[in-house]
């Protein structure tokens, strides 16, 4: 997942979407950004270092999971990508 300002690696698998170790988050977060967002970089701010993720967490939903990276409301069936250029919505 490219978003300004971030870097996302994830896996959709059958119990959610996992964001990957080493994904890159968005460092500045606008006001917009969704309150389960704000809540989800809270809950794991220990697993967060110089914005970058340390161990894989897995969301309910690519929504969700793209929320919490790119720090705003992002519909995660279409950002999340592969690397050549098919969305989840897509696959």
Same mark, same amino acid.
Not at 4 to 7: E, H, R, S, Y
């Given at each position: 997942m490219k978003h300004? !300002?971030? !870097?996302g690696r994830g896996r959709y698998t059958e119990d959610g979407f996992i964001v990957l170790n080493g #994904? /890159?988050? /968005? #460092?500045?977060?606008? +006001? #917009?950004c969704p309150d389960a967002a704000l809540r989800a970089r809270k809950l794991y701010e220990d697993k967060i270092k110089d914005g970058v993720l340390q161990e894989d967490i897995i969301f309910r939903t690519p929504s969700g999971a793209a929320s919490f990276v790119g720090g705003g409301s992002i519909n $995660?069936? +279409?950002?999340?990508?592969? !690397? !050549? $250029?098919?969305s989840l919505k897509d696959i």
């Open positions: 300004p !300002d971030c !870097d #994904s /890159r988050l /968005r #460092s500045c977060v606008p +006001e #917009s $995660g069936w +279409e950002k999340w990508q592969t !690397d !050549d $250029g098919k």
